[in-house]
């Protein structure tokens, strides 16, 4: 199977900044998209970012802000975080899609255990 483990996560300030970083190993032929997906309290899971073959997709809330870039070669994707906001507090997931052999005619999607991000003064 696959594992994607986090990490990075933590207690920071307003205005403060913090790195993400999720690496896929395992049975991996081939990684489609990789994303950052947040689950805050009492809320659904949103999707954060993603990327796949080089293009970038950013929730509105936080364009400007936040950067996702992938190592494509370790199997890893990061989510760098500026500015952040109270309402940046959540739970946060990495995502992957994968393809876990070279005969398989779809991908499957992997979670990450989620990291905690928690924006506090």
């Known amino acids: 199977q696959v594992q994607l483990v986090e990490s990075g996560g933590g207690l920071v300030q307003p205005g403060g900044s913090l790195r993400l970083s999720c690496a896929a190993s395992?049975?991996?032929?081939?990684?489609?998209?990789m994303g950052w997906y947040r689950q805050a309290p009492g809320k659904e899971r949103e999707l954060v970012a993603d990327i796949r073959s080089g293009t970038t997709n950013y929730a509105d809330s936080v364009k400007g802000r936040f950067t996702i870039s992938r190592d494509i070669v370790k199997n890893t994707v990061y989510l760098e975080m500026n500015s952040l906001k109270l309402e940046d507090t959540a739970v946060y997931y990495c995502?992957?899609?994968?393809?876990?052999?070279?005969?398989?005619?779809?991908?499957?999607?992997?979670w990450g255990q989620g990291t905690q991000v928690t924006v506090s003064s």
């Open positions: 395992g049975s991996i032929f081939s990684i489609g998209a």
């Open positions: 995502n992957a899609y994968v393809k876990t052999t070279r005969w398989a005619t779809r991908g499957t999607d992997f």
